[in-house]
């Protein structure tokens, strides 16, 4: 699903405009970002799930077309661990 449908279905399931659902979602993700900027970063909803923040440490990996070793950084990520409800769904 593209941000285009996601945001056609919410405009008719809540019965809003396009416009209205457009700024809405991007209001959401907006939010979410912000959260996880912070140290301890983490957005729960209940019976969806929860994303958090994760330090990956620093690593050796591999070229694959050279075979050569390289080094790849510590950097963060996001992580997202569905909840029951959404587990059950799918």
Do not use: H, W, Y
């Not at 991007?26 to 912070?38: E, P, R």
């Not at 970063?41 to 923040?53: H, P, Y």
Request: overall charge positive; glycine content about 8%; proline content about 2%.
């Amino acid at each position: 699903m593209t941000k285009a449908e996601l945001v056609d279905n919410m405009a008719n399931d809540a019965g809003i405009s396009k416009a209205a659902a457009g700024t809405a979602l991007n209001s959401f993700v907006d939010s979410v970002t912000k959260a996880l900027k912070k140290k301890e970063g983490k957005v729960t909803l209940v019976g969806f799930g929860t994303f958090s923040k994760v330090r990956r440490k620093a690593r050796k990996g591999r070229n694959p077309q050279t075979g050569e070793t390289i080094k790849i950084k510590a950097s963060n990520t996001v992580r997202f661990k569905p909840g029951k409800a959404l587990k059950e769904a799918i």
